[in-house]
């Protein structure tokens, strides 16, 4: 069987020593809003050799020399541009990446009334989000959004209910812990550029925000 990694938001993230992407074939994303960007685009990787060298293939109209096509291929090229960006984001990823746990590490500390996320023992988490569970998700959102602080929700609805599956007969199914994620998760900021301040603003308004609400009872999380 071959494994793919969806490592899209996963750059730096480890097992061990063993990084996010030297699973199998790992697919990574350069989207903006991720934790390095080349504006658009991504990268695959492989130790496979004859796969790397089809992934080039079909990456250039299926071409080794240029007009002599061994296979049909796409335009799927990274710009010149936009590797010059990544060349230039790839340095700071470990600096990106510790500011993060280190913004992680205070929301984990010392948010109140809201599940943080766990991180099993060996595991170097890189935070692409952070997401919390919540009470009452959209009023909190709202209140948090009131009081300067941006948050999102990701994702709000599960992949079998969407147009696509229900075209294909789904919909029906019931996924008790997927639909109930649905309604309590949401992200707040831990972006690198964050500063301490900006930081303790946003723990206080969640902290203050779970008070009014109610905290996020376990029944509730289990229902």
Known sequence: LAVVEDAAQAHGAAIGDRRSGSWGI?????Y???NMTTG???MLTTD????????RLLREHGMKVRYHHDLVGYNFRMTDLAVAIGLAQLPKLPGYNDRRRAIAARY?????????PSVPDGVTHVYHQYTIRVRDRDAFAERLKGMGVGSAIYYPIPVHRQKPFLALGYGDERYPVTERLTEQ????????SLTDDEVATVIGAV???ASALGPLEPEE???
Do not use: M, W, Y
Request: aromatic letters at 4%; a neutral charge.
């Open 108 to 116: 984990g500390s010392q948010l109140r009334g809201v599940i943080t």
């Open 221 to 223: 999380t289990r229902r």
């Open 26 to 30: 790992g697919a990574f994303s350069f």
């Open 40 to 42: 658009e685009g991504g």
């Open 207 to 209: 902290n203050e925000t």
């Open 185 to 192: 998760v949401l992200s707040i900021p831990v972006h690198p």
């Open 32 to 34: 903006p809003t991720k």
């Open 48 to 55: 496979d050799g004859e796969l790397a060298e089809r992934i």
